[in-house]
């Protein structure tokens, strides 16, 4: 590999390595947090939080071409 | 008598329309509450060899899978669906149309009549204005509304033209009649229950983080230019997949989803063995992949 390119590629890896870096410090969202919580404590995962998992049973994923809005905002 | 309703929840089920035939799949865990025996508390069980594909009969050309609802009440899926195979095979049906909106009238009565109390009690709930609604009610409403929703996706061909067709049956307490049968379409792939997981795969973002962004108040633009900058970069998918190929799909999604679950700090409310089966024009109902009854004796 010449100089440049190996220059580029190491830079690549330092990215990704900051990126690992980053994601493995961010903690768990609050609501996960709180399913763990309660399911310590109650042995139960809250309609909410299992909703939040699961997502609505009445809407469909259409794997296809132009995916809409509502699959990610719900609305 | 008291109304039964199960205590058990039903999660991913999938299809592939493809022009050669019709691919349902799904895993096999029910999540399922046991109360202790005083009824005060209790804990979830992800239980892994429950059955959520169904042939419609036997020898014939529709199949079925399901989520949502573990049952109806007291009344099995497995019933419910054998009673529905017992009908058609006194009345055929003429197109795969007709067995969609003749089985989500038979689900309807089912529905309507043996979850009859909670179903009152969720429209009771929903008619009191918001004034008035405290904040116990509205969390009420909610279980209910959560609990009493799910759905069917019922696919097959008929024998007048052969023709691979599917159809989503959604249920929800608020609907006053028989679901209305939807068309899924040719060549597309079709996913309920657990979406997050098959959204990060395929677009690099989940609705929890899509709205985790939309919610921080560093992003200017609009809901959809946030939208279309992800779908720039998405995983295209190819139009109608040959049936293997679209097998090998439907079995990669489920798969790749319960061990997504598995190994993170989600709950496993996916898991078991995948059971996939085929519908092909050409031929009825077969099963790619099916587990045994003597599956759960480890």
Known sequence: ??????????????DILTIQDR?????????????????????TI????????????????EIGPKPSLAAFTGH | MDTIIQNESMTIAACYVSSEGVVLGADSTSTMFVPTPDGQSGGNHHLNFAQKVFEIGNGGSLGITMWGMGAVGDLSHRTLIARYADSIEQKPYLSVAEAAVQFAATFWGEYSRRLQAPLARFRELRAKPATEITGEEQQEMYEWQHRLSGGFCLGGHSSSDRQAESYEIIYRPDLTAAPVPLPLNTGSAYFW???????RILYGVDDDQFTSILASGKWTGTDQELLDLFMAKRLAQPYDLPLREAIDWVNTIIYATIKAMKFSHYFPVCGGPIEIALISSDRPFRWVKHKSFDEALL
């Open chain 2, 193 to 199: 229950g657990c979406p997050n997981i098959i959204h």
């Open chain 1, 46 to 61: 809250s309609t909410q939080d299992l909703r939040q998992l699961l997502g609505d049973p009445t809407k469909r994923v």
């Open chain 1, 23 to 43: 994601v493995g410090q961010t903690p768990p969202p609050k609501w996960i947090l709180r399913m763990q919580e309660q399911y310590v404590k109650t042995g």
């Open chain 1, 1 to 14: 590999m010449s100089q440049p390119t190996v220059q580029i590629a190491m830079e690549a890896k330092l």
